[in-house]
């Protein structure tokens, strides 16, 4: 990487960050994602329901909780939005068959649900907006994982979450329902027996890494507001939430309907956990890029990208029998690390700007660009554009004079 | 109202080469003169040589490095210029009296090309003009 000035790191920040907020999906989009399984919330815990008197409750989790969600490449693809039904404890009888069951039967009584119901998924039922939609707004698929939680789950969670530190989040766990536990699945009633998974305790830990630098102010109202069932649209994150975004985005062009590209979770792990809590995104993006591998260890010979909320899970476990996969991401660290490095080496702005379009695609790379041109401009015309003496446009030197028309053909 | 005076050359040729160290001066007559300075938009652009032709009356500004620009795909010309060739390029509306011989040079005009400098990169690039401003059209007509 070659040395940049202050200011240029400070302008690549800005250009990174345009691109992260033109990956972000619309205010739109997420509050009809939040409105459509806010419903489903409701439904599921109708009076009449078989699950009422367990309190179902659905809840975001994975890119949607974390903030790192990203839009498709192309607009017609859909989102996906991971969420938890939780159910305050059960029937003493069920096994986690008669969960999965009576959360799918629950949908199916209501004619709406029903037709959106994909085929069964081993651990969650899939809501498929998409197919009843033509508009672009309400194209994404639900992803909704039935789990058993304890009566005071609910607090145990706000506890954690209005504390900025990072303790051991084990009592987070809760219990889920897996096709392929058999024969577990459909015989044993006893909860301590059921799979475990953690996906509050990762998001605790996430906003731990994220935030590293943030006040403790920021820390406790992002840490809060994300555990809210009716989260707030924000074009706010962090540096680590965009690096994220940044690099999800170089994964899904680079693996065009590839199946064994590499997956979320490995990359938010390995970036979470190589950021050193750098403001700046180019800073943290080229430190992140050289870290990631540096976070992948090895058991007996297997390599190993442990879940930071239960080292026994490996999240690359299907490495193993697809070497593929494996290939696969080595091959995008390397490649991310060649983009990245093309555009901080570009001699000029022109070339900086065609460097965006290989790796990030190029309808994105025109918007990012006058997006940004569009603030300067916009930035003149409310009096609050300056130039320095070398003619450098920015918050420095001489304000220019905002009223004038660039004429001509 | 009070009319704002005229400035005279020599005032507006002193306070470009107080405003902006290292810009070269040359007197053409009493009545003209030729300015040059190096700008650079923002910190990853590249250095931009410009000319200003100063008569008393009207601020003529020139790109004389790099020559030619970079034209954005499938332009032919550059955009708001008056001529794609020379590199002569449009700052204001003269209509409109947006400059006049009352206003100092160096917090206009100068600042005002590193804007259209930082413009024309992105425009090289997208092939959408940001700035803003007064196109004409081919019958002469003006659209925003």
Redesign the interface.
Known sequence: MRNL?I??K???NEIFEKLGNNLDITETQFNIAVHSYNAVGEWLSKDDSILAPYSPKILPQGSFMLGTMIKPINKNDDLDIDLVCQLKGKDIGWTQKDVKNNVGQQLKNNQTYKDLLDEEGRRCWTLLYREKSNDIKTQYHMDILPCIVDEKYQLTLKNYFSISEYSDVSSLAIRITDKKDEPCYSTVTDLSYWKKSNPFGYAKWFFSKTLINATEKSKLFALRDSIEPVPKYSNRKSPLQRIIQILKRHRDIMFLGNKDKPISIIITTLAAKAYKGEINIIEGLSNVIDGMLFQITEKNGVKWVENPVNPEENFADKWAEKPQKQTNFYNWISQVKKDVDIIIN?????E???AFEKPFGKNI??EV??S???K??KC??SNK?K?E??????SLG?T??A??????? | MVNKKVISLSIQAGILRN???NSSLIWMKHNKFIWKY?????????N?QIKLVYNGYKPDVFIEYPKPL?LANDCT?L????NTKTQK??????K?N??NSTMLIA??I??????????Y??W?????????????KEDGNIKQ
């Open positions: 000035t200011e240029q400070k302008q690549f570009g001699i000029n702005m022109i900086i700007q065609r790379s025109t660009f006058c940004y041109a569009d300067i401009k003149r015309e554009l130039m003496t070398t003619g450098i446009l920015g001489k220019v004079r009223n004038h028309n660039f004429y001509g053909k | 405003c902006y160290p190096k700008l650079q938009p923002t910190a990853l652009s590249i931009y970079q010309t955009e708001h210029v008056y390029i449009c700052l204001y509306y003269g409109a947006e400059w917090n206009t100068i600042p005002w090309t590193s804007e259209w400098l930082f413009h990169e992105i090289a690039y997208t092939g959408k003009w940001n700035g803003g401003g007064i196109h004409i």
